[in-house]
């Protein structure tokens, strides 16, 4: 895993468990990604990865999942630039990761 691999894996375990969304796939995939992560990478990446199945994160990211799951939601453009500069890519890959979720979400269950 790399260090834009793992926000992006982050972000799009992120989403699911924040929807509440049962998916016996993404559970198992998440289980595995965990394991996996904390024989491969940073500890720091593995605890993210371990908390987004559990649909925690840095408050910036459940606010964002949060807000999409709000037809009228908005994101300032304060968010937006924090966002940006959440680490050194972090906060774009992360993001990334929960675009990626939402698109096959909206692909599975239109």
């Known amino acids: 895993m790399t260090p834009s691999g793992d926000d992006w894996l982050s972000g799009f ?3 699911y468990a924040r929807i509440g969304i049962q998916n016996e796939f993404i559970h ?3 289980q595995a ?3 996996l992560a904390f024989e491969s990478t940073t500890m720091i990446s593995a ?3 371990e908390a987004a199945c559990q649909g925690w994160s840095e408050e910036l990211f459940l606010g964002v999942v949060d807000s999409l799951l709000v037809d009228d939601a908005q994101v300032s453009d304060l968010t937006i630039e924090r966002l940006v500069n959440f680490g050194h890519s972090s906060g774009v ?3 990334v990761g929960i675009g990626a979720a939402l ?3 909206r ?3 239109p």
């Open 13 to 15: 375990l992120l989403f």
């Open 28 to 30: 198992h995939l998440g």
């Open 33 to 35: 990604l965990t394991a």
């Open 47 to 49: 605890n993210r990865i």
């Open 93 to 95: 890959d992360t993001c």
């Open 103 to 105: 698109t096959v979400e």
């Open 107 to 109: 692909l599975v269950n």
